[in-house]
């Protein structure tokens, strides 16, 4: 897709958010509906509106341990979690890619990203590898370090986002046609084979907002009978991607 002007520059900005999040999955069939009643009460948010479909490319190599602990919190329902993520939108070897670290305070999520080079990423597969210089790039990797995490799966999937300009800074998004490919590699792609789709048929609503919940978002989860859940694209990925992830996971919790 093609992006506006300043599209860079906008993205680039926004390096930290502190905002509610709830998720939900929709069935086939929800997806067209839901969509229409938001587009009703927002606008799409400068990418959408940039993109002829209104969708745009997103994909994340998840980061973890050897024991999957940062999957297994998102399974367990831990209430303090997070997750290590760089995220792309292209795969033009020119375009950054973004160092995030997504932490959950119950219903409270908090997001520290970063800009970096792509050719930056083989700096992670080394202990001390040069990285960007920026407070959220150290903690980054502070938290791969401490973790010794390495690539798990990559996930991608096209978005469709709804943006507002008030108090709440309500933000509605709708992921579909999501897909995994499990890998080790340091490298973030949208392109090539291996990739298996995940949830076929469905979509993910997601709904973000600072203070109070807009009385049409309640509409909205009562009009379609929503509700709420943990949707972990990186754990949905494993289950999909391995079968031996499956195995591993019963088996490190056991321990």
């Not at 509906?33 to 959408?48: C, E, G, T």
């Not at 979509?203 to 009009?223: H, M, T």
Request: proline share 6%.
């Amino acid at each position: 897709m093609s992006l506006p002007a300043n599209a860079s520059g906008f993205r680039a900005s926004r390096d930290r958010f502190c905002r509610y999040e709830f998720k939900y999955r929709l069935p086939r069939g929800f997806g067209a509906p839901v969509r229409a009643f938001v587009a009703a009460h927002l606008p799409h948010d400068p990418y959408s509106a940039a993109s002829a479909d209104g969708h745009y490319d997103i994909v994340s190599l998840y980061l973890d341990s050897h024991d999957m602990r940062l999957c297994r919190e998102s399974r367990e329902g831990k209430k303090n979690r997070f997750k290590l993520r760089i995220r792309g939108y292209d795969d033009h070897p020119d375009s950054p890619v973004y160092l995030e670290i997504k932490r959950r305070l119950n219903t409270v999520i908090l997001k520290d990203r970063c800009q970096a080079p792509r050719s930056e990423l083989d700096a992670f597969s080394a202990p001390t590898g040069a990285v960007a210089s920026s407070e959220a790039a150290k903690q980054f990797r502070f938290y791969r370090t401490c973790l010794a995490a390495q690539p798990q799966a990559l996930v991608r999937y096209r978005r469709e986002a709804f943006e507002g300009d008030g108090p709440a800074r309500v933000r509605v998004t709708l992921d579909r046609d999501l897909a995994c490919h499990v890998t080790r590699n340091w490298i973030v792609r949208l392109g090539g084979c291996g990739w298996q789709p995940v949830l076929p048929g469905e979509s993910v609503l997601e709904i973000k907002f600072n203070g109070c919940y807009p009385a049409w978002l309640q509409d909205l989860v009562r009009r379609f009978q929503l509700q709420a859940q943990s949707v972990s694209k990186y754990s949905l990925a494993l289950d999909v991607g391995t079968p031996a992830a499956g195995g591993l996971l019963a088996r490190t919790a056991r321990a």
